[in-house]
């Protein structure tokens, strides 16, 4: 089935560590996006990339980073966790020429 | 500065009821405004879309209102149904990049 895969679904995870959230696409979208959804702050973007090999940074790009080495792959990585960076993380892409975008399951991270 | 206004956060409406959900947009560039869905645990999906040279589009029991001149939009779900007890969140786009309200979650009582 065509679409957005993430991983992990969920994690717990102490403060200070390292994680990176992958998100795999099979659908051949340039574009993709980290979101992150916090309740009342509907969802805001981390960052994007509208290509293979470019990212950009979205609204709430601080402590995080992202990379772009093909098309079907856009982890999203959070050098050292805080507390603030719990929250739900969901994966999207948009197709060439497309003004929706699809959405993978999401990853729900708690750091504590 | 926040681009897109929802509005209500929260609505309860019983089953065969009319659910309206409102937004406001900012910025005159955004070209495409759609609507998605949210169910627990899961992501957002494509529910519902409309270009501004429109004013309405329907598309079964969900319905986009759009006013370009108050730059405003909104959802309407005709007779409501517990299965659309959901998070709704609309969207104004503009060069692919979409900014989000802040989402309604509404549940429909039987």
């Known amino acids: 089935i065509a679409g957005i895969t993430q991983a992990p679904t969920s994690q717990i995870l102490a403060a200070g560590r390292r994680m990176t959230l992958r998100c795999t696409q099979d659908?051949?979208?340039?574009?993709m996006y980290w979101y992150r959804q916090d309740l009342g702050l509907g969802l805001r973007l981390i960052h994007y990339?509208?290509?293979?090999?470019?990212?950009g940074k979205g609204e709430v790009p601080d402590g995080y980073s992202v990379s772009r080495a093909n098309t079907d792959d856009f982890p999203l990585t959070l050098a050292s966790a805080v507390p603030s960076q719990t929250s739900v993380y969901f994966c999207?892409?948009?197709?060439?020429?497309?003004?929706?975008?699809?959405f993978g399951a999401g990853s729900r991270l708690t750091v504590l | 500065q926040q681009q897109v206004k929802q509005s209500p956060q929260s609505l309860i409406v019983q089953k065969g009821g009319i659910s309206i959900i409102n937004c406001a947009y900012e910025?005159?560039?955004?070209?495409?405004f759609p609507w998605y869905q949210q169910f627990p645990g899961k992501g957002p999906a494509l529910l519902i879309a409309i270009r501004p040279d429109v004013s309405e589009k329907k598309e079964g029991r969900f319905t986009i209102s759009f006013n370009k001149s108050a730059k405003q939009f909104s959802l309407h779900i005709m007779d409501s149904q517990p299965g659309d007890s959901a998070t709704y969140f609309c969207?104004?786009?503009?060069?692919?990049?979409?900014?989000f309200g802040d989402g309604t979650t509404l549940t429909v009582k039987p």
């Open positions: 990339s509208n290509t293979a090999g470019t990212t």
């Open positions: 910025n005159t560039a955004f070209d495409y």
């Open positions: 969207a104004s786009t503009n060069a692919g990049k979409s900014t």
């Open positions: 659908m051949r979208h340039n574009a």
């Open positions: 999207a892409s948009r197709g060439p020429g497309a003004n929706v975008l699809t």
